[in-house]
T-cell receptor, first 117, second 114 residues
Framework: EAGVAQSPRYKIIEKRQSVAFWCNPI?????LYWYQQILGQGPKLLIQFQNNGVVDDSQLPKDRFSAERLKGVDSTLKIQPAKLEDSAVYLC???????????????FGPGTRLTVL | GNSVTQMEGPVTLSEEAFLTINCTYT??????LFWYVQYPGEGLQLLLKATKADDKGSNKGFEATYRKETTSFHLEKGSVQVSDSAVYFCALSDQGTGRRALTFGSGTRLQVQP
């Protein structure tokens, strides 16, 4: 079974530029998450999708970050314009969603490492 | 809101030593608890889980017990190996709602010396 795919793996940009990250979840996984992991910290949720609808985007800085999941499969996360403090690894994860279970295992992609200069 | 606190690292041990990494949590509901591991150059992987009080999660010689009375989920291993060197994250997620996103601790780096 193929895992969660992300691209690019690395990106270096200058502040005020724009950048986009792409995620392809595991086939059949209705739920998709984007996390931001700053160096030395644990991942922090940015946005959760269920199919193509947003479940939680309360921690997404909406003045500069946007995300979409058209057709409920692939997802794109965009930053426009980037700031120095956006330097981080951006992780995509996917899971099944069954509320009959106490948890749904999340499978993580390799991440995109963003450096903002 | 939810939060996870885990001991700061790095933790440096000799091979075959006993490992404990402390984790405590605060949750508004009744969470599921997890330990994730990040090996050098690799992505996050689920190590073990527990979904109710007194449950013990175990995998690859690691264990952790869900202690509701102390809101803790400490990770233990009786005899560590060099290959266990990695960053370990304690995490939780809500049960019973669609918001299953993980809340992570800050991570603990483990270094095992031969």
């Amino acid at each position: 079974e193929a895992g969660v795919a992300q691209s690019p793996r690395y990106k270096i940009i200058e502040k005020r530029q724009s950048v986009a990250f792409w995620c392809n979840p595991i086939s059949g996984h209705a739920t998709l998450y984007w996390y931001q992991q700053i160096l030395g910290q644990g991942p922090k949720l940015l946005i959760q999708f269920q199919n193509n609808g947003v479940v939680d985007d309360s921690q997404l800085p909406k003045d500069r970050f946007s995300a979409e999941r058209l057709k409920g499969v692939d997802s794109t996360l965009k930053i426009q314009p980037a700031k120095l403090e956006d330097s981080a690894v951006y992780l995509c994860a996917s899971s099944l969603l069954s509320l009959d279970r106490a948890y749904n295992e999340q499978f993580f992609g390799p991440g995109t490492r963003l450096t903002v200069l | 809101g939810n939060s996870v606190t885990q001991m700061e690292g790095p933790v440096t041990l000799s091979e075959e030593a006993f490992l404990t990494i402390n984790c405590t949590y605060t949750a508004t509901g009744y969470p599921s608890l997890f330990w994730y591991v990040q090996y050098p150059g690799e992505g996050l992987q689920l190590l073990l889980k527990a979904t109710k009080a007194d449950d013990k999660g175990s995998n690859k010689g690691f264990e952790a017990t869900y202690r509701k009375e102390t809101t803790s989920f400490h990770l233990e291993k009786g005899s560590v190996q060099v290959s266990d060197s990695a960053v370990y994250f304690c995490a939780l997620s809500d049960q019973g709602t669609g918001r299953r996103a993980l809340t992570f601790g800050s991570g603990t780096r483990l270094q095992v010396q031969p």
